[in-house]
């Protein structure tokens, strides 16, 4: 029989592997014989610290603590836990930072649409209209009122929107007004721009060929909640 | 310390706004330093009026609920070296968000910087006209030669004499001549006797207005229209200046001038 849980020595430190097949009965069983087999052995004096991968389970924070219990004494210590599992919890999150809210719709004087994480409105911010997110902005349509990206303080977030009207950006705590001239020409026809936020900490509006430059991260996710 | 001015109305669309921005206008170029507070809350207008409404960052609730000083929400209108200011109005909150208590003790920290503080009052007398009211010293009433209007007038001009503010100054506005004249409308006179209180100043009708309006031009900073005249007329008369009532008479101009530009 494949015991319950094995020991592992890797560059990084020790790591405990449990079986997830094994039953957390039999876990503790053999972890306290383990334990009991590692702290005659070890007559060193040194802390150790142990990493625990529980593979195909997720323990629960009562059930983590107990595994805690039974290893830690003076010498011994659990440093962390990882498992293969992702709780639904954790992936409609990730879910929802890493893609894009999509809003079609015209938002009037006084209207505020909100998202966590990106967005992407198809449509017309009016003058007192106001869209805001947590991650940055992508507008086709117009925008008159105001975009506020990165609410809460990411200042690489951008906002990118054709910029011939009268507008205000704002990302993170940084304000910017736009103003354009009365009459229109030929050329502020197609100004699809972005603004960002420089080291400088300085609102700036640059075109769109140097987003790609001055931002290499968006458009790019690397995926996973570990590498994102 | 200075002096806070409400310009209400009761009823809606007779000028309250377009009044409020170009009396404040006019008194800036004059040379004073004055504060346009704007309480219609949730329908706001008086930025727009003054072009400045992609520069608003903080408005009245965000001060009253302490998320902006008071200075962070004063808007400077460029046009004028330090001398005029908005407090804008929030768009996404009601006219409840505010009470008379708050008013008054933001007006009267911004009494400490501004020499007028004009309060652009909601129509109707609910709690955005209480609010207004329950912060000012004086009070302008802008009424159109219409019997509607002035019938809200004078309900206003009763709540008014309620309060510790003493009787309201009228400004006739949108007034047009050749309706006065052929009777089809009360005439300043009648209005002004009906109503029993100060004349201030009186407005013609001038498309004009309108177009500035909507450049975020306030009408007065081209002194050569009627509007602009009427207007700068009421802000000397606040300053104290005696000045005569523009002329109601229509110029005749007489088919010959017109045709050879001169003649009688």
């Given at each position: 029989?494949?015991?319950?849980?094995?020991?592992?020595?890797?560059?990084e430190?020790?790591?405990?592997?449990?079986?997830?097949?094994?039953?957390?009965?039999?876990?503790?069983?053999?972890l306290?014989?383990?334990?009991?087999?590692?702290?005659?052995?070890?007559?060193?004096?040194?802390?150790?610290?142990?990493?625990?991968?529980?593979?195909?389970?997720?323990?629960?924070?009562?059930?983590?603590?107990?595994?805690?219990?039974?290893?830690?004494d003076?010498?011994?210590?659990?440093?962390?836990?990882?498992?293969?599992v992702?709780?639904?919890?954790?992936?409609?999150?990730?879910?929802?930072?890493?893609?894009?809210t999509?809003?079609?719709?015209?938002?009037?004087?006084?209207?505020?649409?909100?998202?966590?994480?990106?967005?992407?409105?198809?449509g017309?911010?009016?003058?007192?209209?106001?869209?805001?997110?947590?991650?940055?902005?992508?507008?086709?349509?117009?925008?008159?009122?105001?975009?506020?990206a990165?609410?809460?303080?990411?200042?690489?977030?951008?906002?990118?929107?054709?910029?011939?009207y009268?507008?205000?950006?704002?990302?993170?705590?940084?304000?910017?007004?736009?103003?354009?001239?009365?009459?229109?020409?030929?050329?502020?026809?197609?100004?699809?721009?972005?603004?960002?936020?420089?080291?400088?900490h300085?609102i700036?509006v640059?075109?769109?060929?140097?987003?790609?430059t001055?931002?290499?991260?968006?458009?790019?996710?690397?995926?996973?909640?570990?590498?994102? | 310390?200075?002096?806070?001015?409400?310009?209400t109305?009761?009823?809606?669309?007779?000028?309250?706004?377009?009044?409020?921005?170009?009396?404040?206008?006019?008194l800036?170029?004059?040379g004073?330093?004055?504060?346009?507070?704007?309480?219609?809350?949730g329908?706001?207008?008086?930025?727009?009026?003054?072009?400045?409404?992609?520069?608003?960052?903080y408005?009245?609730?965000?001060?009253?609920?302490?998320?902006?000083?008071?200075?962070?929400?004063?808007?400077?209108?460029?046009?004028?070296?330090d001398?005029?200011?908005?407090?804008?109005?929030?768009?996404?909150?009601?006219?409840?968000?505010?009470?008379?208590?708050?008013?008054?003790?933001?007006?009267?920290?911004?009494?400490?910087?501004?020499?007028?503080?004009?309060?652009?009052?909601?129509?109707?007398?609910?709690?955005?006209?209480?609010?207004?009211?329950?912060?000012?010293?004086?009070?302008?009433?802008?009424?159109?030669?219409?019997?509607?209007a002035?019938?809200?007038?004078?309900?206003i001009?009763?709540?008014?004499?309620?309060?510790?503010?003493?009787?309201?100054?009228?400004?006739?506005?949108?007034?047009?001549?050749?309706?006065?004249?052929?009777?089809?409308?009360?005439?300043?006179?009648?209005?002004?006797?009906?109503?029993s209180?100060?004349?201030?100043?009186?407005?013609?009708?001038?498309?004009?207005?309108?177009?500035?309006?909507?450049?975020?031009?306030?009408?007065?900073?081209?002194?050569?229209?009627?509007?602009?005249?009427?207007?700068?007329?009421?802000?000397?008369?606040?300053?104290?200046?005696?000045?005569?009532?523009?002329t109601?008479?229509?110029?005749?101009?007489?088919?010959?001038?017109?045709?050879?530009?001169?003649?009688?």
């Amino acid at each position: 029989m494949k015991s319950a849980v094995s020991l592992k020595g890797t560059q990084e430190g020790y790591q405990l592997i449990i079986q997830s097949s094994a039953s957390l009965q039999d876990v503790y069983e053999e972890l306290e014989t383990l334990t009991l087999q590692m702290k005659k052995d070890s007559h060193t004096g040194r802390k150790i610290n142990f990493h625990v991968k529980t593979g195909q389970r997720e323990l629960t924070d009562a059930e983590k603590e107990k595994v805690s219990a039974i290893v830690e004494d003076e010498y011994f210590k659990v440093s962390s836990f990882e498992s293969e599992v992702l709780s639904l919890e954790k992936c409609l999150q990730w879910h929802k930072e890493a893609s894009p809210t999509l809003e079609v719709r015209t938002v009037r004087s006084g209207q505020i649409v909100e998202a966590e994480g990106d967005m992407l409105l198809i449509g017309v911010v009016h003058p007192g209209g106001m869209v805001r997110a947590t991650g940055s902005i992508y507008i086709i349509g117009e925008l008159k009122g105001i975009a506020h990206a990165g609410v809460y303080g990411k200042e690489s977030a951008v906002v990118v929107a054709n910029f011939r009207y009268n507008a205000q950006v704002r990302i993170g705590d940084n304000v910017h007004v736009i103003e354009k001239k009365d009459q229109l020409t030929d050329e502020d026809s197609d100004t699809t721009e972005f603004v960002y936020v420089n080291d400088l900490h300085i609102i700036e509006v640059s075109s769109l060929e140097n987003l790609k430059t001055i931002r290499p991260e968006i458009g790019k996710h690397a995926g996973g909640i570990y590498n994102g | 310390m200075g002096k806070a001015i409400v310009i209400t109305s009761g009823k809606g669309g007779v000028g309250k706004t377009t009044s409020t921005a170009n009396i404040g206008t006019a008194l800036a170029l004059q040379g004073k330093k004055v504060c346009l507070v704007d309480m219609d809350i949730g329908l706001r207008n008086l930025d727009v009026i003054l072009g400045l409404e992609n520069r608003i960052i903080y408005d009245i609730i965000d001060v009253v609920e302490g998320r902006a000083k008071l200075h962070q929400a004063l808007i400077k209108d460029k046009r004028f070296n330090d001398q005029l200011f908005l407090l804008p109005a929030a768009q996404h909150a009601d006219k409840n968000a505010i009470n008379e208590i708050q008013m008054v003790d933001m007006v009267e920290e911004l009494k400490k910087d501004f020499e007028y503080i004009l309060i652009d009052c909601p129509a109707g007398i609910e709690q955005g006209f209480k609010n207004s009211i329950a912060a000012a010293d004086d009070a302008i009433l802008v009424t159109t030669p219409e019997i509607s209007a002035i019938r809200d007038a004078d309900r206003i001009i009763g709540l008014i004499e309620q309060t510790a503010i003493e009787a309201p100054q009228l400004v006739i506005n949108r007034i047009r001549k050749g309706m006065m004249e052929a009777g089809d409308v009360m005439d300043v006179e009648e209005i002004t006797r009906h109503l029993s209180i100060k004349l201030l100043g009186i407005i013609f009708e001038d498309d004009e207005v309108v177009r500035a309006s909507n450049k975020g031009n306030p009408v007065v900073l081209d002194p050569n229209h009627p509007s602009s005249q009427g207007y700068r007329n009421i802000a000397r008369r606040i300053l104290g200046d005696t000045v005569p009532l523009m002329t109601m008479k229509e110029e005749k101009v007489s088919i010959w001038k017109k045709i050879f530009g001169f003649g009688k």
